[in-house]
């Protein structure tokens, strides 16, 4: 899977929105887009995935450049409940797995 | 939702134990499930696939011997820690994805924290 590259951490101010960047310049035509959140001490969760368009869920909304060589996670109303290690990974259209990479540590602050 | 549910959640035990961790898709199918660790402050690494009814797939450097991986059916499949040692100690978690489409969401399970004394 082509890799991803994500700032090691950012902070947010509670109740403000917060966009978190992620770059993939190798991305190739097949490959989606995918973001995942690990809180302290679970599992990792899915958040979203896209493949050219924006997307929108009940979580967050999924910006893709026009060339998809990044995209943005874009959480539209911080909480303290978002505090967590942030990853983008991108899977081919056949693919299985998930390689993780470092992630971006979301700080909210009160 | 799709749900993954991973048991036990925390096991303690001695050096030389084999510990077994299961971990079962509640609602939906699962041909294929995956096995990861997780060392304090690091990212997940995956050691295997587990394939329902054949061979797991070991990632490079992950003994298959010393992690045994059963996956006897599409809702559950195990992973046993054979003659654990303290650097065993670790965060495993398994995940799982829907058998429709290739394109979906995998599922995690809540992480077993293994440690060994």
């Known amino acids: 899977d082509a890799k991803t590259t994500q700032p090691n951490s950012m902070e947010s101010n509670e109740e403000e929105p917060v966009h978190l960047p992620c770059n993939h310049s190798t991305i190739s035509g097949t490959d989606y887009i995918h973001w995942y959140r690990q809180l302290p001490s679970q599992g990792p969760e899915y958040v979203i995935h896209g493949l050219t368009s924006n997307v929108n869920n009940r979580m967050a909304s999924l910006a893709i450049a026009e060339d998809r060589k990044s995209s943005t996670l874009i959480l539209h109303r911080a909480t303290l409940r978002d505090a967590a290690v942030y990853y983008c990974i991108l899977i081919e259209n056949a693919g299985n797995m998930l390689t993780f990479g470092g992630g971006t540590r979301l700080m909210v602050k009160p | 939702g799709a749900v993954v549910s991973q048991h036990p959640s925390r096991v303690i035990c001695k050096s030389g134990t084999s510990v077994k961790i299961e971990c079962r898709s509640l609602?939906?199918?699962?041909?294929?499930m995956f096995w990861y660790r997780q060392f304090p402050k690091q990212s997940l690494m995956l050691m295997a696939t587990?394939?329902?009814?054949?061979?797991?797939?070991?990632e490079q450097g992950v003994e298959k011997d010393k992690f045994l991986i059963n996956h006897a059916s599409l809702t559950l499949s195990t992973l046993t820690v054979t003659s654990a040692h303290p650097e065993d100690s670790s965060f495993y978690i398994c995940s799982a994805r829907e058998m429709r489409g290739s394109n979906q969401p995998q599922h995690f399970g809540d992480g077993t924290r293994l440690s060994i004394l």
């Open positions: 587990s394939n329902e009814g054949s061979k797991a797939t070991y």
């Open positions: 609602d939906f199918q699962a041909t294929t």
